[in-house]
């Protein structure tokens, strides 16, 4: 069983965590997965058992509750809806391939990272490396054969990616070996802003002394000024039953200068619930990690969500890790998933999976937390799911916006968002679209900073679904997801891409395509 949700349980400190490191040369790599192309069948990636769906919080500690000045009223939530809409959000410039179903992943897990001059697009199939044209003279490389000089076998999934556009460096995360005690998270780091040259890998195994028989599942990647934080959930090999959450940081300076040894510290959260998300932290001079989580889809009609801050550093000792508090919604619930496939699709009565509620992207820029997930409307009988974003300010902890990517009419579904934020306070919401009449698609909403609070322009579906799509390998689900990736671009810190996947014109393939909207 899921362990308790505890608003009320201390923060254990952190631990010194072991790592082993080594080094990569993509571009080598590359041109060995070249040379042997052929010799070996490409093989799918294992299916791994059903997991207990993450907990959720029966209550809210009312004392911790950190925007009490928000309770008089419930804020204002933007709809997409059918009366007088704005115009569309503005068309991209630049529509550019990802990398497309080879048959041996579900789901893809999309993800991809922006740098000054490459896309860096991994999957669970494998990692592709191009200039901001989608040009690439080095081939796909297998997701496994990326991290086999920490490990050979090794089996990855679950890729993050990020892009820190202060110190130009690619940031890269997986997790391998599930449902084993071999479980990992692997964390890999650019020596430059090439990312087809040079990278430093390290990992971390699970310790069962401290966290038990479980595996690492489902990572998470955010950034601050001197600080590395990747969170991942734990479940339990015996059964997949949800034991928790861990939150690992690196000190940033140890990965980016020589002599390239990391040092990491880990924190063991048994009793907060999962998916603490860290922030994508656009402020040079911000020490300070954030991390966000749902915590409550309903409590006593509100929602709310647990606002975390690491403080101090690894390199000296001083790191900490505390809950700051509950950010609450009144009068704004949803529920927190379904167990079973969801999302409508053309040509075929299957439904497409929709994921749950936990949180898949945050940034914070200018004194604000901005994050967004998917939800399941209407709580207690959702017929339909939509992305919902927030706007919260760090000092105050107002919810300044809160608005959804809802089709009211339960016509359209939304899935699977995330949300980048640009100089001008300029928004972007990349997402996974489905209809009934439609195959599935991708598309984005974007938000200019004059906008009226909590509303997004209307959607613009730049990877248009061209087939049917239903395959499970043999499981119980038609996956899609698991997430998606959305950036502001570090060129001008003001234009915007974003990766989605969408039903390709085979029948149930997947591929995914790039959007640059200026």
Request: overall charge negative.
């Amino acid at each position: 069983m899921a362990r308790r949700m505890d608003s009320r349980a201390p923060i254990p400190p952190s631990r010194v965590v072991l790592t082993e490191e080594s080094s990569l040369s993509f571009q080598e790599r590359a041109e060995f997965a070249e040379a042997t192309a052929g010799f070996a069948p490409l093989m799918r990636k294992p299916l791994r058992r059903s997991k207990e769906a993450l907990p959720v919080a029966e209550e809210t500690d009312p004392e911790q509750v950190l925007n009490r000045q928000d309770l008089m009223a419930a804020p204002v939530v933007g709809s997409l809806g059918p009366a007088a809409p704005p115009p569309l959000s503005p068309p991209p410039s630049l529509v550019l391939d990802g990398l497309a179903d080879d048959g041996t992943a579900i789901p893809p897990d999309t993800m991809g990272a922006v740098g000054h001059d490459h896309l860096f697009n991994p999957l669970n199939t494998g990692v592709l490396i191009s200039d901001r044209t989608g040009a690439h003279a080095l081939p796909v490389v297998r997701l496994n054969d990326f991290w086999k000089s920490l490990a050979d076998p090794i089996e990855a999934f679950d890729p993050r990616a990020a892009y820190d556009p202060f110190n130009r460096r690619f940031l890269f995360a997986c997790v391998a070996d599930a449902e084993s005690p071999a479980s990992s998270l692997l964390l890999g780091v650019t020596k430059g802003d090439d990312p087809t040259r040079d990278w430093t890998l390290t990992r971390v195994r699970v310790d069962p002394a401290v966290q038990g028989n479980v595996w690492l599942d489902f990572p998470s990647i955010g950034f601050s000024a001197d600080k590395i934080t990747v969170q991942v959930n734990l479940f339990a090999i015996a059964d997949n039953s949800f034991q928790g959450s861990s939150v690992y940081v690196w000190d940033k300076a140890s990965l980016y200068n020589p002599p390239f040894a990391p040092a990491v510290q880990m924190f063991l959260l048994p009793d907060q619930g999962a998916t603490q998300a860290p922030a994508l932290t656009y402020d040079p001079a911000q020490s300070a990690q954030f991390l966000v989580s749902r915590w409550s889809s309903d409590s006593q009609g509100a929602g709310s969500y647990a606002i975390y801050e690491i403080t101090g550093q690894v390199s000296d000792g001083s790191l900490r890790l505390a809950r700051t508090g509950f950010v609450v919604t009144p009068g704004t619930i949803w529920d927190p998933g379904t167990a079973g496939d969801f999302a409508p699709q053309n040509g075929i009565p299957q439904l497409i999976n929709a994921g749950d509620d936990r949180i898949l992207s945050v940034v914070y820029r200018d004194s604000s937390l901005w994050f967004c997930h998917t939800v399941f409307l209407p709580s207690g009988g959702p017929v339909r799911t939509a992305a919902q974003w927030l706007q919260v300010a760090s000092g105050t902890w107002s919810v300044q916006q809160l608005g959804r990517v809802d089709d009211p009419t339960g016509g359209t579904f939304f899935a699977f968002p995330t949300i980048a934020v640009n100089s001008e306070e300029d928004a972007l919401i990349g997402l996974a679209r489905f209809a009934a009449g439609d195959f599935a698609s991708g598309a984005y909403v974007y938000r200019n900073h004059a906008d009226a609070p909590g509303r997004m322009q209307p959607p613009l579906r730049f990877a248009p679904g061209q087939n049917s799509y239903f395959k499970t390998f043999g499981g119980t689900r038609n996956r899609w997801g698991d997430y998606s990736a959305t950036q502001v671009d570090p060129l001008d810190d003001h234009g915007f891409w974003t990766l989605q996947e969408y039903a390709a014109p085979n029948p149930n393939t997947w591929a995914t395509k790039w959007a640059q909207i200026p």
